[in-house]
T-cell receptor
Framework: AQRVTQPEKLLSVFKGAPVELKCNYSYSGSPELFWYVQYSRQRLQLLLR??SRESIKGFTADLNKGETSFHLKKPFAQEEDSAMYYCALSVYGKLTFGQGTILTVHP | GAGVSQSPRYKVTKRGQDVALRCDPI?????LYWYRQALGQGPEFLTYFNYEAQQDKSGLPNDRFSAERPEGSISTLTIQRTEQRDSAMYRCASSLSGGASKNIQYFGAGTRLSVL
């Protein structure tokens, strides 16, 4: 069975500092990975997906099959990045989520 | 038009009562998913539909939980004889087409269920 692990429940950084939210997965097949974000009082929404290889709001994530990781990175964190972040693995459309990381960016 | 709509937003019920949670997906979306999220955890898959057909119900925890989507649009998740452990956020999502991991799932605001 597939599994997603986000080892940090809480992550605090100062504005302008680099940030990395860790995600590891276990899945025997070819993974489809996503990062979802939930800002305060908003619904869960897609941030980015590995097949797009794009940068959204300055965030990037690279799939590393050797390390089975899909870490989310941003070189300069902003206060508006404070939110709950979920890494998710999709198998035939079903999403398996990690437990989430709360990111707080201090001014 | 609008995004995924869930109702009610909050539901408080007494143990033993039945509850029905509703999800109205984005118009034209073929697939509809139900997830449950306990406090401090990520969402967990319950079941999903392509059109009106329930494709996978492997995540439903027991036979008190059921879901339907009779006309391929609105879906109802029903919990019979609720128990305190059923208290959670119930999230619905829809996507353009089913079974394809590449399709983005759009989530509703969720229904917060509290069983007293």
């Amino acid at each position: 069975a597939q599994r997603v692990t986000q080892p940090e429940k809480l992550l605090s950084v100062f504005k302008g500092a680099p940030v990395e939210l860790k995600c590891n997965y276990s899945y025997s097949g070819s993974p489809e990975l996503f990062w979802y974000v939930q800002y305060s009082r908003q619904r869960l929404q897609l941030l980015l997906r590995h097949i797009s290889r794009e940068s959204i709001k300055g965030f990037t994530a690279d799939l590393n099959k050797g390390e089975t990781s899909f870490h989310l990175k941003k070189p300069f964190a902003q206060e508006e990045d404070s939110a709950m972040y979920y890494c998710a693995l999709s198998v035939y459309g079903k999403l398996t989520f990690g437990q989430g990381t709360i990111l707080t960016v201090h001014p | 038009g609008a995004g995924v709509s869930q109702s009610p937003r909050y539901k408080v019920t007494k143990r033993g009562q039945d509850v029905a949670l509703r999800c109205d997906p984005i118009s034209g979306h073929v697939s509809l998913y139900w997830y449950r999220q306990a406090l401090g955890q990520g969402p967990e898959f319950l079941t999903y539909f392509n059109y009106e057909a329930q494709q996978d119900k492997s995540g439903l925890p027991n036979d008190r939980f059921s879901a339907e989507r009779p006309e391929g649009s609105i879906s109802t998740l029903t919990i019979q004889r609720t128990e305190q452990r059923d208290s959670a956020m119930y999230r619905c999502a829809s996507s353009l087409s089913g079974g394809a991991s590449k399709n983005i799932q759009y989530f509703g605001a969720g229904t917060r269920l509290s069983v007293l």
